[in-house]
């Protein structure tokens, strides 16, 4: 069945939501006035906040962030494509209609939008239970099944673009990918994503194109740069 998708404005932001009844705008307003208890999760920048919360006896994962890379070329990418979470909430919401459950549901978004960037950002998703592959070390039982969970996301228009192993989540149906980032050009992500297989599971995911080459050479010219200056990878 369809989830529709609301959209409101509520307090200067843009309001996305996947409920009628206002429920899970409910929760974000609760947790902004401190009602909710929450569990802070590790996210590695002071602009970006991430919680585990709990209401009704269901978990969820919210987070918050007003992270604005000042590269210029991520500059105009987000000028361009536009605030990126509720894009991903659309895209997600279709790749679950169709099947796709390889990643974490979102359920509401708050941006707060200036000149098509979002200066601040709440989302609130699915909580994946399960063990990080982080935490197994050995990640050889499960290469086929990492090929086959990325190859889903690709297959439904998504990718990670960060698919280091504290992002596949291993649960009792299998594995999840958390945390999707691909903002930006799809095609440059899901070659990101093959690269970064071969990187961290020697797991061979080639795509048959000029991209794929041309980001190729980009990686292998960094590793060059890399070595002539002493530097690890």
């Known amino acids: 069945m369809s989830e529709t998708i609301i959209k409101r404005e509520i307090k200067g932001f843009h309001v996305y939501e996947k409920s009628r009844c206002g429920t899970y705008i409910r929760i974000l307003a609760d947790f ?12 590695g920048s002071e602009e970006r906040k991430v919680y585990l919360i709990e209401v009704k006896g ?63 950002t709440y989302i609130l998703a699915e ?18 099944e990492i090929k086959a969970c990325v190859e889903d996301l690709h297959g439904h228009r998504l990718a990670s673009n960060d698919i280091h192993p504290g ?20 095609s440059i992500c899901q070659v990101n994503d093959a690269f970064a297989l071969k990187k961290f599971y020697d797991i061979d995911l080639r795509i048959n194109n000029v991209i794929y080459y041309l980001i190729g050479l980009r990686n292998r010219f960094r590793d060059f740069s890399r070595k002539l200056r002493g530097k690890k990878h």
């Open 167 to 186: 992002n596949i989540i291993l649960t009792d149906n299998g594995l999840r990918i958390i945390d999707l980032s691909d903002a930006g050009s799809l």
């Open 127 to 144: 909580y994946v239970e399960g063990r990080p592959l982080a935490e197994l070390g050995d990640f050889s039982p499960y290469k086929d």
């Open 32 to 43: 902004g006035a401190g009602k909710i208890g929450y569990k802070l999760l590790n996210s």
């Open 58 to 120: 269901t978990k969820y994962v919210l987070k918050w962030e007003r992270e604005l890379d000042p590269r210029l070329e991520k500059r105009l990418s987000r000028f361009i494509f536009g605030p990126y979470y509720s894009r991903l909430m659309y895209r997600v919401a279709v790749a679950r209609e169709q099947g796709c459950t390889k990643t974490a549901d979102i359920y509401a978004v708050a941006e707060k939008v200036r000149h098509r960037e979002a200066v601040e």
